[in-house]
């Protein structure tokens, strides 16, 4: 029945598997390629919805109903945000073998005082932080590890900078999977680090990047029976399509103008890609918003490939406080580049100040994010100054993980010790004055009334704020 709802089509070289035919490494023997899912409806004109849909799909209109009456459904795969758009992801024998944390459902926010600060009528932000393990992993993780938990296998791992490996954790302990984590040692959040330790995976931090980390694994899936959980899987892909769909629901079936994505393996970025391409295909929708995509200035391999006239993609070595972006040899850049192109979106690069300030400012608008996140507002400052994106656009950024993943990093800018002197210097004056007001250090102080009034008299002075009559 599997065969019939899709297949794994290359996306270098175009050649189509059968699902169960792939390789332990998802790459395609002919051209060490990445798959990708295809239904079909995949390759149809926009708007024509096959005769003869394999999942006997029904109209627009009627999806848009079902999706909505399964939020108040008591099914668990109805109230998860990833299988309540099962109809455009059939890829389980049976949908009751999900392994779902009722994923997804993820708010759509406004972020009045960034819109304004940046010049927008209109700024959005997806949160996907606020999934059940604080990143949009777990939209991926439910729909790769269904797979490989319907197909019989023990083990599951993953090459992670964090969020992959607390995500993958998670899944596979619901679903009774021995799963296995290679982290580069040093370099993660620790927040992350003690997800995949609480959910019980076995944890190994390796004396090297993500990259080394990914080549390790490649090499440790030839050698034991072990399903890879990175996104080189395209079931994690078809699960991080959904918050496309989410979205625009959200907006009432409008489409935003603009979608702000981080940048860092860059599937991320291709799948929102997929499922924006797929609902237009099935006429849910009347257009595609263009998707930009935001990197660290540390680890911008697909920046320098946006630039570079003969468009050469050439790794890099990794550095960026951002360290859920920490990577310099992207799988998925090609995905990515195809999404850009075909959806006529941007490609920009951020410092590790540019970065600071976008997750401060994003912070005093009570919603918080990783740094990692923060990159998008960073970057749409550099898309308005360059007008790719105007005034009356929506837009919409893409938070991709939640404040307290980092909490160092949040502690460690607010008591002004995250940016080295150098750093800072560097900074125009203008924004060093926003620094200055956006940090909130914690006092200490004795635990004495006159004392803390001294202080809250001279933070009211500081901030010119009238005292209370
Ligand atoms: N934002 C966060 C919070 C992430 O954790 C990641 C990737 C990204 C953005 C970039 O997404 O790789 O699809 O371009 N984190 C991976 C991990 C690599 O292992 O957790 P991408």
Known sequence: MIASTHNLRCTECGNSIAPETVNANFRCPLCNGLYEVCYAWSSKPAGSIPAD?????PNPSALRWLWQERRSSTLAVDQSGVWRFRDLLPILKNPDHAVTLREGNTPLYDLPRCGKAVGLDWLLAKHQGMNPTGSFKDTGMTTALSVAAE????????????????????????????SIVFIPE??????KLSQSMDYGALTLQLKTDFDGCVDILNQLVKRFPIYLLNSVNPYRLEGQKTPAFEMVEQMDW?????????GGNLANSAALGKGFIEMHQLGLIPHTPKISIIQAEGANPLYRWFIDSNRIMRPVTADTRATAIRIGNPASWRKAANVIDELGGWCEQVSEQEIALAKAEIGAEGIGCEPASAVTYAGLKKL???????????TVLILTGH?????????????????????????????????????????????????????????????NTPLPA
């Open 53 to 57: 849909p394999a999942g006997n799909l």
């Open 151 to 178: 197909r019989g296998f023990e083990w599951v791992a993953c090459a992670s900078t964090g969020n992959t490996s607390a995500a993958m954790a998670a899944y596979a302990a619901r679903a009774g999977l021995r």
């Open 186 to 191: 040093g370099k993660i959040a620790w927040g």
């Open 254 to 262: 409008q489409v935003p103008e603009h979608i702000i994505v981080p």
């Open 384 to 394: 308005v100054a360059l007008g790719k994106v105007t005034r009356e656009q929506r």
């Open 403 to 463: 404040t307290l993943k980092d909490s160092q990093y949040t502690i460690d800018y607010h008591r002004n010790e995250l940016l080295t002197a150098a750093e800072y210097a560097q900074i125009p004056s203008a924004q060093q004055a926003q620094h200055a007001a956006l940090r909130k250090p914690p006092m200490v102080l004795d635990a004495n009334p006159d004392t803390v009034l001294r202080a809250l008299e001279a933070h009211m002075h500081l901030n």
